[in-house]
């Protein structure tokens, strides 16, 4: 496995973090939301390997819960465990700032993310219909739940 650092993102990582969000998702943020959570203090992360920002992850914290927003790793760096080093992350991140949950949405045609997200504990708590985008409309989300 790659030696894989993280590090909070500052602005002057939003445009290769657009990269690998482009990449990754059909409907992908925009730069204008990656700067807004930066702005109102989420917690921003990137994975690095050899000083290359290689995924991303954001989550909002408050009121003893905390909600990932948004987790991304690059196409020609999945599967080797650096999604799941980083949702450890930001669930650690997420427990030292007081949080005793952490929520997340996900597609239900993600089956990895999925698979990830129940290795690691999180439960399938509920469905939010017509969630995300689609190309033919709307895709539900399943609505995912850990204790930390």
């Known amino acids: 496995m790659q030696s894989i650092k993280l590090r909070p993102m500052t602005t ?6 657009m990269q690998i969000e482009i990449s990754v ?3 992908p943020w925009t730069k204008a939301i990656f700067a807004d959570c930066l702005r109102v203090g989420y917690d ?14 954001v989550i909002s914290i408050g009121a003893g819960e905390s909600h990932v927003l948004n ?10 465990g650096i999604g799941r080093q980083l949702l450890t992350h930001l669930m650690n991140t997420a427990r030292i700032k007081s949080a005793d949950m952490m929520l997340l949405e996900v597609r239900p045609s993600n089956k990895a ?36």
């Open 71 to 80: 987790i991304a790793i690059a196409p020609g760096h999945q599967g080797q």
């Open 44 to 57: 921003c992360w990137v994975a690095t390997s050899d000083e290359q920002i290689i995924g991303h992850g």
């Open 113 to 148: 993310a999925i698979h990830i997200y129940e290795s690691i504990g999180f439960n399938e708590i509920g469905c939010r219909k017509a969630y995300y985008p689609a190309p033919e409309g709307r895709e539900d989300a399943l609505l995912f739940a850990c204790q930390l």
């Open 12 to 17: 002057a990582d939003v445009n290769t973090v």
């Open 25 to 27: 998702y059909p409907f």
